[in-house]
Structures are given as structure tokens and as C-alpha cells.
């Protein structure tokens, strides 16, 4: 075997261990089924593992979805999204607010299905997150959703059950906020990938 073929070999399998070790699949049990989303540690270290003090202590265990934004609420405003938003905990659950990785940092963009934090100012976010229908360019660094224009922290993406995300985002709702917020009954790790 020559040298490049041994070398492309052991690339591939130092590649395969690396994403073995550091892409996960978790899933997010509702009442209307399952989320199952694939976060990414290695572009978004500190979002993710912030997301993970949160699912290994149980809290978003009884949170909520509980917040939609669809074409007619959003009708409204400049600048329109379309997400599903959840990880309300108690006050007591919630840790201390982390450094925003942005997009253009990570470049993880939010387009279909990326799951996201939430946050007011820079620095902000804590335990709340949010899913993308459709693409939502102005959620990424430089667009014009927060006023900051740094955008939100991206760190990974449904890769099924989007049709349960639209599910939630139908349901009826008073200025955003649902009428009757979905149950997260657990979030737990699923597999990791090979």
C-alpha cells in the first residue's frame, strides 16, 4: 500500500473516531411525539455543553415548549421568523447566563430544523432554545432580528420528527405565547453516531 492511500486510511478513521466521540443524536419526548436532534460540540463547545447541564440535571424534564412564532403572528413585524421555542425552567434550575457563539463563529447557519438558543442581550442565554421552520437568515450573525446583530447561538439540528415542530407551531396561541404549552417530558441521549 502506498503512502497516500495509507495515509487517506488513517485520515478516515481518525475522522470517524473524532465524530464518534463528539456528534450526539438526542430526543426530545412530547406528547405529540418525538424530536430527535444531532448536536454539534465540536463547532459550538460551550452552547452544547450549557444545553447538556440542563438535560443531565433533569431540568428541562416537565419544561415547555411553550412559545410559537408562524406567518400570522409575526405578521406584524420587520423582520418575520418562523420557530418553536422551549426550555422554560424554574428559577432554581436555571445556571448562570454563557458567552454567545455566533454563527460566524461556528458556522452552523439556522436554516430548516436547527435548533438554537434564546436570548434578549449578548451573553444572555440560559436554558431556553428555540427550532427553526424554514430557513431564518436573520437569526444568523450580522441579520437583523436582535438589534446586536450578533445574532443567536446555533448548535444543532432535528434530523427527525420535524413534522411534530409543526405540529407544536399550529397550535393555537395568544400573542406567541401557546394557550396550552407542550409538555417536554425528557430530553435524553439517544445514540451517539458512528
Known sequence: MNKLACLTLILYFTFSFVNAQTEKRYKISTVFGSIIIELYPEKAPG???????????????????????????ESQR???????????????????PIPIETTRTTGILHEHGTISMARLGPD????????CLGDQPELDYGGKRNPDGQGFAAFGKVVEGIDVV????????????LLEPVLIQEIRLLKQIH
Open 47 to 73: 452552547t452544547v455543553a450549557n444545553f447538556l447541564k440542563y438535560v443531565s440535571s433533569g431540568a428541562y424534564e416537565n419544561s415547555s415548549f411553550f412559545r410559537v412564532c408562524t406567518p400570522e403572528n
Open 78 to 96: 420587520d423582520i418575520k421568523i418562523q420557530v418553536i421555542q422551549g426550555g422554560n425552567v424554574t428559577e432554581e434550575q436555571l445556571l448562570p
Open 124 to 131: 444572555s442565554a440560559q436554558s431556553s432554545f428555540f427550532i
Open 166 to 177: 409543526k405540529q407544536i407551531q399550529g397550535l393555537e396561541n395568544k400573542e406567541q405565547y
